[in-house]
């Protein structure tokens, strides 16, 4: 069974900087696109970032220059350095990756979420 974790979540000021990190566990054979995705209250869940296996990463515009995320594909995570930190970044923070499970099988998981929460 595949588990997606994510740490880091928390309190932080308007301006400050958190790191979110994800790692994956379980039978996997391969790992490719990763994500981070966010929630917040009232909302639909949107886009944060995106790195492919090869690294190619995408950002929603609201983060591009404030948010960067990157992988190890050896350990088998995926982190978000979030900086400059604003007060609608508040949201249930989601990592998201497609697995390769089996010869036969890519699927795609979510974490469990981690509240980040962004206020003075």
């Known amino acids: 069974q595949v588990q997606l974790v994510e740490s880091g979540g928390g309190l932080v000021q308007p301006g400050g900087s958190l790191r979110l990190s994800c790692v994956a566990s379980?039978?996997?054979?391969?790992?490719?696109?990763m994500g981070w995705y966010r929630q917040a209250p009232g909302q639909e869940r949107e886009l944060v970032a995106t790195i492919g296996s090869g690294g190619t990463t995408n950002y929603a515009d609201s983060v591009k220059g404030r948010i960067t995320i990157s992988r190890d594909n050896a350990k088998k995570t995926v982190t978000l350095q979030m900086n400059s930190l604003k007060a609608e970044d508040t949201a249930v923070y989601y990592c998201n990756a497609v697995i390769v499970t089996s010869r036969y099988a890519t699927l795609e998981f979510w974490g469990q979420g981690t509240l980040v929460t962004v206020s003075s």
């Open positions: 379980g039978v996997i054979f391969g790992i490719g696109r």
